[in-house]
């Protein structure tokens, strides 16, 4: 038996973990329950985050999902022909389940369900891929995630906002408003007023509290989902990539609906589309 051997797998194997085992000190959880942000920086190895470009730049080349409405820009109307601006890829788990067996998701749903104090196996997440393309990738307007929900349930969630670049003020890095979640949800439009756009901006926001997180690739965000955040549009010469986790333990259902008419203006404006693209029906 070759015990040197073994024992120095045996380590290297350990500083594997060691290497991508990440934790928050209680500082850290405490700063995130109060401000409703955190930033660290590492999430994940260097070795990750190449591989994880290579699936990125895939399912955004390929427009993965587009037909089921799961690749699309956040900033334009929906199936525009123009240059995209900011463009989303909905649940790449699905196309890559090996996406979840990631360092970055292993870390994240564990730090997750730290941060949201709850059991780690009551926490189920999944994830969305934006996009800043180099020079023109759009600004990502003030908003709250939770305007975007379910207006029947209270969520208890938040998300994990890996940038594979470095992100930079200039790049797209994300900012916040430090206890904004302590608030309600404030009032949401659709960017440019068209409901069509499925982005949604708040102008209920004092910016003079804007707090930015610029962080190196692999590195990481969270953010409650109701805390107002923010990013820049990217005016250098590189790609920002970001790989986003939405991770929430049960949400709780509300006695009545918040009101959220946003939503419904879009699913009317979406409706509407669809019953134009129809095919005439012809009368038998
Ligand atoms: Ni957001």
Redesign the pocket.
């Known amino acids: 038996m070759n015990s040197k051997n073994e024992l120095s797998a045996q380590l290297a194997s350990r500083n594997l973990l060691d290497k991508s085992h990440i934790d928050l000190t209680d500082e850290q959880v405490a700063f995130f329950q109060n401000n409703g942000y955190l930033s660290i920086p590492r999430i994940t190895t260097d070795e990750e985050i190449e591989w994880l470009k290579g699936i990125y730049d895939e399912l955004f080349t390929d427009r993965t999902g587009e037909a089921q409405g799961r690749y699309f820009d956040l900033a334009g109307p929906r199936a525009h022909n123009g240059q995209e601006t900011l463009p989303q890829v909905l649940g790449p788990e699905a196309q890559f389940p090996e996406l979840r067996e990631t360092v970055y998701f292993q870390n994240a749903h564990r730090l997750a369900a730290k941060l949201l104090s709850v059991a780690t196996e009551n926490v189920n997440g999944g994830g969305h891929m934006i996009l800043k393309p180099a020079y023109y990738g759009n600004e990502?307007p003030w908003?709250?995630?939770e305007a975007?929900w379910n207006p029947e349930v209270l969520p208890h969630s938040l998300?994990v906002w890996l940038p594979l670049d470095k992100a930079t003020l200039e790049s797209g890095c994300l900012q916040f408003i430090p206890k904004s979640h302590k608030g309600e949800v404030r009032w949401h439009r659709h960017i440019d007023n068209d409901p069509l756009v499925h982005g949604l901006v708040t102008d209920d926001v004092d910016v003079s509290q804007a707090v930015a997180c610029p962080i190196p690739a692999g590195g990481a965000t969270f953010?409650h989902c109701r805390t107002l955040?923010y990013s820049a549009p990217n005016s250098t010469a590189a790609a920002r990539r970001a790989y986003?986790l939405v991770f929430g333990g049960p949400p709780q259902k509300l006695d009545k609906p918040a009101h959220r008419p946003w939503q419904k203006e879009e699913q009317e404006a979406l409706a509407k589309l669809e019953s134009l693209a129809a095919p005439n029906r012809v009368a038998s």
């Open positions: 990502t908003h709250q995630d975007y998300s953010h955040h986003i």
